[in-house]
């Protein structure tokens, strides 16, 4: 998987379309890899807990995305993120 922040920095000229099915796509596979880690050893219930945890950062940045309201539980940065993924898709249009 590839690093939320990375990810976002690479995705310079998309559009708003293209943007929320490529974040599906990320949020979808997290999710399969939360799912498919059997917590037995410490590694693999971090493991698990760093999929999951992804899982939910991309879901909340895909609702800004479609719906352009910040959930109550984002973080800071991910603020950040959408403010920039906003001015960028707003440039575009």
């Known amino acids: 998987m590839r690093d939320i922040d990375a990810l976002f920095e690479s995705l310079v000229n998309i ?23 059997r917590p037995r050893s410490a590694s693999q219930r971090r493991r698990q807990f760093e999929a999951t945890e992804r899982a939910a950062r991309l879901a909340r940045i895909l609702s800004f995305v479609r719906d352009g309201h ?17 001015q960028m898709l707003q440039e575009r249009d």
């Open 15 to 37: 559009d708003r379309n293209s943007l929320i099915a490529i974040l599906s796509s990320e949020a979808e596979d997290a999710e399969r890899l939360a799912r498919s880690i």
């Open 70 to 86: 910040i959930p109550p539980d984002m973080t800071e940065d991910d603020i950040r993120i959408c403010r920039s993924l906003e």
